[in-house]
């Protein structure tokens, strides 16, 4: 990879131009919090300057991690909350008729005033999902997910639409509500493979980046997606590509590890069966441990060292940062101690000016 890769001269230009880094929080449950304290955790994001707020879908077991029903949940925080904007990532299309998504994220964003971002995804986390919904992850073809997403655009755009394709066939209808956003809400792909980042580009979607991937593949990612966006024409568009990256600030480094290291562990060996099959995967028995992680895509440290660490992805093009700062397996009140640390003593460096404003309602 040269110095001159497109993922880097993007970078190079958005600093220049003096854009700043935008900041996502990835809003699972907490060890001990309520959906209520949740809700409550939001507006404290709002307040302390987060753009976003992400939710992803969970059933069964999984559902702890929040949420089972997460349109009903971004409803009851766009109630709560007046700028900071509402994504979901990603809505499961597989589990779902087309039709009922496009109506329920229209309604969400008429009800958010305009703030909804649709991230959605091909297949769940767990193929029991599938399995009880009846939806056979043998049958989430790539083919199924891409009809599925153009539906959803055209009952958002079409005041009247009909559809013959392979999965879907829809007679002519029009579909109400019509979203707040024109011409449609912002569409953001999970893309897992190479094969949907690049259906993602060629149609200009933004792609959520996962978390598991070190700088150097981080920055193949970015290079391969910019490729394939400027091969298919969208030169001069702008989109932000979100980066999840799990995050604990303490009052030091080791304070930081101290508190998330038995937590984040227990996380990965017991709620989250995706990545720990995707690190096993990556690293085997040998590279299986907290400390290679550290190395590679976790941020757990003092505000110094999160700044340090964050800059790193911001040299390779990163402009949007989303934030896994809950843990299923830590307390409620720790999560939201380390959110409103990195809010800020981290955050400011990224802006254009702090939210001081905002600050001064905050309890810490």
């Known amino acids: 990879m040269t110095g001159n890769s497109p993922s880097q001269r993007d970078g190079r230009m958005k600093q220049e131009e003096g854009m700043v880094m935008r900041f996502g929080l990835f809003i699972m449950g907490t060890e001990s919090g309520t959906y209520q304290d949740i809700l409550e955790q939001v507006q404290v994001a709002e307040e302390l300057g987060f753009d976003g707020v992400w939710l992803g879908e969970r059933h069964f077991e999984h559902g702890q991690l929040l949420y089972s029903s997460p349109f009903h949940a971004a409803a009851a925080m766009a109630a709560k909350t007046n700028r900071i904007r509402i994504g979901t990532a990603g809505r499961i299309l597989a589990l779902d008729h087309p039709i009922h998504v496009a109506e329920d994220a229209a309604t969400l964003d008429i009800l958010s005033g305009g703030r909804l971002d649709l991230g959605v995804t091909r297949a769940g986390l ?24 153009e539906i959803i655009v055209k009952a958002w755009t079409c005041e009247r639409f009909a559809y013959e394709g392979r999965y879907y066939q829809i007679p002519e209808i029009s579909v109400l509500p019509k979203p707040l956003q024109k011409p449609r809400p912002p569409i953001y792909v999970v893309a897992v493979s190479r094969l949907t980042m690049a259906f993602a580009a060629q149609k200009g979607y933004p792609v959520f980046i996962g978390a598991l991937q070190t700088p150097r593949e981080l920055k193949e990612t970015l290079t391969f997606y910019w490729q394939t966006f400027r ?134």
């Not at 193929?127 to 599925?148: K, L, S, Y």
């Not at 590509?241 to 038995?262: M, Q, T």
């Not at 550290?294 to 999160?306: A, N, R, S, V, W």
Request: aromatic fraction near 10%; proline fraction near 4%.
């Open 126 to 149: 767990d193929e029991r999902f599938h399995q009880i919904f009846e939806r056979p992850v043998e049958d989430t073809r790539q083919g199924q997910f891409e009809e599925a997403l």
């Open 231 to 364: 091969e298919a024409g969208h030169n001069g568009v702008a989109v932000d590509l979100p980066v999840n990256r799990f995050l604990c600030v303490g009052e030091s480094n080791a304070k930081a590890r101290e508190v998330i290291a038995e937590p984040f562990w227990s996380f990965i060996q017991h709620k989250a069966p995706d990545l720990k099959l995707a690190l096993q995967g990556k690293y085997g028995e040998k590279g299986f441990r907290l400390e290679r992680f550290l190395e590679d895509f976790c941020i757990f440290g003092d505000p110094d060292l999160c700044v340090t660490r964050i800059k790193e992805l911001q040299d390779i093009g990163v402009t949007y940062l989303m934030c896994t700062l809950n843990f299923i397996t830590m307390e409620h009140k720790l999560c939201l101690k380390s959110m409103e640390r990195f809010a800020t003593e981290v955050m400011p460096h990224f802006k254009e000016a702090p939210h001081g404003e905002l600050l001064a309602g905050v309890t810490r």
